[in-house]
């Protein structure tokens, strides 16, 4: 009882401040205020029956059993109980300024995709949400990141495509325009050579070496933005070397095997040159899941790299093979070391490192950027 009276002393307090937002959760109706119709009452068309009210909480409670009541109006100062057949409308239109003494609750709206209920009976983002109304904004890649969420500098962020059921983290960095980081291969810590459900989660540490994961990737080249994918390797001495860039780089589903897409017209040299260019709508195949379509072979086997493999030269390139830095920096000449010919020749890599950045005119700038 005490506890009762202790909660509408509680209410009584509150209501007489405009910025609270107290919440009634008892019964199945939630009140809320509207905070985005401060200082405003349902306007009197929506007001279909007066009655007599001790407190905010009497008040409620003649509105909850009514399935017509959504919303109430209280004068604390004449205990006038006004039940309301809306809710605010967020544009308030239904709504008018209140007068003095005047309350408003109603039902809160649901929660919409990117909200969940907040403590205070408001719906708030989501972890990956933003925007108002109704957190209609998430943050897909590391460009919604930079420009919608919390960026403090390069680092590694939450986002989640719409595809993702939960999300994950990824490693961003800006400059010129926001990279998402798929693979790194700089520490030479971690081992490659892994089984089909590593490479479909992906592994290792977002900020070290890594690989992001089929499924995140696929998750995030499907949502609504072009992606370009850039690949740069570096050689004993540290100097960098470009691949050139493939446009529009998609990867299909788990069901056809997250095949290697791209925008073939997209390119100026038809078709597009390097390690990617004979793999279009090529399979992704590890160790123990052999999906290069060519009888006999088993070119992820070969190579001990997983990768995109469609024919029974097993590629050009293979960056997640064994990691030799041979002394001297040339290629050994085996078939599972890393390599990646286009670019380095029988050079040998020393770092791999591939990243998504959005398909735009910033373009111009690489490698130089
Ligand atoms: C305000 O919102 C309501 C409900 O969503 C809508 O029916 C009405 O047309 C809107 N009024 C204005 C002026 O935008
Ligand atoms: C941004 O930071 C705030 C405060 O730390 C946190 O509540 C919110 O979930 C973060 N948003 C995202 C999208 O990570
Ligand atoms: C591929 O790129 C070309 C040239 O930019 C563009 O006209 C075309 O619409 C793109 N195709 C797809 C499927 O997006």
């Given at each position: 009882m005490s506890g009762v009276l202790i909660?509408?002393?509680?209410?009584?307090?509150?209501?007489?401040?405009?910025?609270?937002?107290?919440?009634e959760?008892?019964?199945?109706?939630?009140?809320?205020?509207?905070?985005y119709c401060p200082d405003q009452i349902l306007a009197p068309q929506h007001l279909y029956?007066?009655?007599?009210?001790?407190?905010?909480?009497?008040?409620?409670?003649?509105?909850?059993?009514?399935?017509?009541?959504?919303?109430?109006?209280?004068?604390?100062?004449?205990?006038?109980?006004?039940?309301g057949d809306s809710k605010a409308y967020e544009n308030c239109s239904n709504m008018e300024a209140a007068g003095p003494n005047m309350k408003f609750y109603h039902e809160p709206p649901p929660c919409g995709v990117g909200e969940e209920m907040g403590p205070d009976g408001i719906c708030v983002c989501k972890a990956?949400?933003?925007?108002?109304?109704?957190?209609v904004r998430y943050l897909s890649d590391c460009d919604d990141v930079y420009h919608y969420g919390n960026w403090t500098g390069d680092g590694v962020y939450f986002i989640q495509p719409l595809l993702s059921a939960q999300p994950f983290q990824v490693y961003c960095r800006f400059i010129t325009n926001a990279r998402n980081y798929i693979m790194e291969r700089r520490k030479n810590d971690m081992e490659f050579n892994r089984p089909w459900n590593d490479y479909v989660n992906g592994f290792?540490?977002?900020?070290?070496?890594?690989?992001?994961?089929?499924?995140?990737?696929?998750?995030?080249?499907?949502?609504h933005k072009r992606f370009e994918l850039?690949?740069?390797?570096?050689?004993?001495?540290?100097?960098?070397?470009?691949?050139?860039?493939?446009?529009?780089?998609k990867i299909g589903n788990a069901a056809s095997g997250y095949p290697?897409?791209?925008?073939?017209?997209?390119?100026?040299?038809?078709?597009?040159?390097?390690?990617?260019?004979?793999?279009?709508?090529?399979?992704?195949?590890t160790s123990d899941r052999d999906n290069d379509g060519v009888p006999n072979v088993h070119c992820a086997a070969l190579r001990e790299g997983p990768w995109w493999y469609n024919d029974a030269s097993?590629?050009?390139?293979?960056?997640?093979?064994?990691?030799?830095?041979?002394?001297?920096?040339?290629?050994?000449?085996?078939?599972?070391?890393?390599?990646?010919?286009?670019v380095l020749g029988n050079v040998a890599p020393f770092k791999v490192t591939m990243f998504l950045v959005l398909q735009s005119e910033f373009n111009s700038c690489w490698p130089n950027c």
């Open positions: 909660w509408i002393a509680f209410v009584f307090t509150q209501t007489s401040f405009s910025t609270a937002q107290p919440v959760m008892m019964g199945e109706k939630r009140f809320a205020k509207a905070p029956q007066k009655v007599k009210a001790r407190s905010t909480i009497e008040c409620m409670a003649q509105c909850r059993p009514d399935a017509d009541c959504s919303a109430i109006v209280y004068d604390t100062g004449n205990h006038d109980c006004q039940l990956g949400f933003k925007g108002y109304p109704n957190c290792g540490d977002v900020d070290g070496d890594h690989f992001l994961g089929l499924e995140n990737i696929y998750a995030l080249t499907n949502d850039r690949v740069v390797v570096k050689d004993e001495a540290n100097d960098r070397f470009f691949e050139n860039p493939y446009k529009e780089t290697f897409l791209f925008n073939v017209s997209a390119h100026s040299t038809l078709p597009p040159v390097g390690c990617f260019q004979s793999l279009y709508g090529a399979k992704f195949s097993c590629n050009t390139c293979n960056p997640t093979g064994p990691l030799v830095r041979p002394a001297g920096g040339t290629r050994l000449g085996v078939d599972n070391e890393v390599f990646w010919t286009h």
